[in-house]
């Protein structure tokens, strides 16, 4: 038998040291699969000679699988426990990642989009379980700074995808569409041969992992949450749908533009820096791996801000972030060579708390909607699918450059939450 564990907390945030640690396998994981659709953006443009908008298909399609998969999420895991809940996630992100071999083997890009898809259904299972079940394993005050640190995991995996991905995918591949389409039939007949081989083997890699942390959670024993102070929530406001709370509705447009703008720029970011808009001369492979360093900000923020949310208030650190953000997409949008480059690359290290401290912010007071609030909070991440084709259209309309005016009007959004919105509720 499990262990019950309520939300309130009562252990005071000690003994389940080890429940989180291996949870965070679960967040490096799904990291490492949604930051590896920033360099299957580009192979794929080259590979299906698409325009920016076209491409962005790929983030449309996993993105919109936490909109749609979310409510059907919650209720996976409410009937089968937060643990199994895990499993079947796991088990469904691995099936995703199978299909790429089939996808790449027919080289037909709506099966690669299907199996986009299909892989996030498995991460939003994954999502619906984790993230509140790492806001009770301690005390609730501290719940922001617990999500961090494990958010930090999930950024090393964001990390780790770009530097592979470049190395394994986008160094076989063909640097533009434009080149594609020069080629002639038998050169591109050869391309698209050698462009599958390069997707197939990771994925299949990706594939196998899944499912052996899949057997591992099937056989291993977690505490169970038997309920999310639920008592103190009949006494405050028993009566009260999940809609009536204010700072969980404005939370959920927190996330929805915070996942819109991290998504919109990684994506991008290799045409960005490997284009002629900055005046530098990288190639798609050198672009790919300068990526990490996006990504790689966002682990160093997560774990500095792990520390710092033990002192200072999430809400300041949050705004601070927020600020931060929107100073360095206005200098990308206004600078060129180096100097635009490092700056977008810096909006990485501010995302950094932005979604662990959104969501803890969000469900703060939930009590036993809790649940409720977190299959909300995952629909919000349908902006990873949204705001990148807005930003994108406008990218192939104007410039990349221009373009970053979508993640400006996000970030100035998730600024207003910070200092206003999650205090919305507050008497």
Not at 282 to 290: H, L, R, V
Not at 333 to 350: K, N, Q, R
Request: proline share 3%; hydrophobic share 55%.
């Amino acid at each position: 038998m499990s262990n019950a564990v309520s939300g309130s907390g009562n252990a005071g945030g000690k003994g389940y040291a080890k429940e989180l640690i291996i949870l965070t396998s679960l967040f490096f994981m799904w990291g490492l699969l949604t930051s590896l659709n920033g360099i299957l953006y580009p192979h794929l443009q080259g590979v299906f000679e698409l325009n920016k908008t076209q491409a962005m298909l790929i983030q449309v399609c996993f993105f919109m699988a936490f909109f749609i998969m979310s409510l059907p999420s919650g209720v996976i895991v409410k009937k089968l426990g937060y643990r199994k809940g895990i499993v079947v996630g796991l088990a469904i992100a691995g099936v995703g990642c199978l299909l790429f071999y089939p996808a790449a083997t027919i080289q037909q890009y709506w099966i690669f989009l299907g199996a986009l898809f299909v892989m996030a259904s498995g991460i939003t299972v994954l999502q619906v379980a984790a993230n509140p079940y790492v806001t009770v394993l301690g005390k609730p005050e501290t719940a922001s700074s617990r999500l961090n640190l494990t958010q930090a995991l999930n950024s090393l995996g964001t990390t780790v995808a770009p530097y592979l991905g470049s190395v394994f995918i986008l160094s076989s591949a063909i640097q533009s569409p434009e080149q594609v389409k020069m080629m002639s039939a038998l050169e591109k007949e050869a391309y698209n041969m050698q462009a599958a081989n390069a997707v197939q083997g990771p994925y299949i890699v990706l594939a196998v992992l899944l499912f052996v942390i899949a057997l591992f959670f099937a056989l291993i024993k977690l505490p169970e949450i038997v309920g999310t102070d639920a008592a103190e929530t009949k006494t405050k406001d028993s009566g009260k749908k999940i809609w009536q709370y204010k700072h969980l509705m404005l939370g959920v447009f927190g996330i929805f533009f915070y996942v819109g703008a991290e998504v919109a720029i990684g994506t991008l970011l290799v045409n960005f820096i490997a284009g002629k808009e900055l005046g530098l001369s990288y190639s798609m492979e050198q672009a790919g791996k300068f990526v990490a360093y996006y990504w790689g900000g966002a682990m160093a923020g997560r774990f500095i801000g792990s520390v710092i949310m033990q002192k200072i208030d999430a809400k300041k650190v949050l705004a601070v972030c927020g600020l931060a953000a929107v100073a360095m997409v206005v200098v990308s949008m206004t600078a060129t060579g180096h100097v635009a480059m490092v700056a977008i690359l810096l909006v990485g290290l501010f995302n950094s708390v932005m979604f662990p401290t959104i969501f803890s912010l969000s469900i703060a007071g939930l009590g036993s909607k809790t649940s409720q609030g977190s299959a909300l909070l995952n629909m919000a991440i349908v902006g990873g699918a949204l705001i990148p084709l807005i930003q994108a259209g406008i990218a192939d309309m104007k410039s990349i450059q221009f373009s970053l005016i979508v993640p400006l009007v996000c970030y100035v959004y998730i600024t207003f939450f910070a200092f206003k919105g999650a205090s919305a509720d507050e008497k």
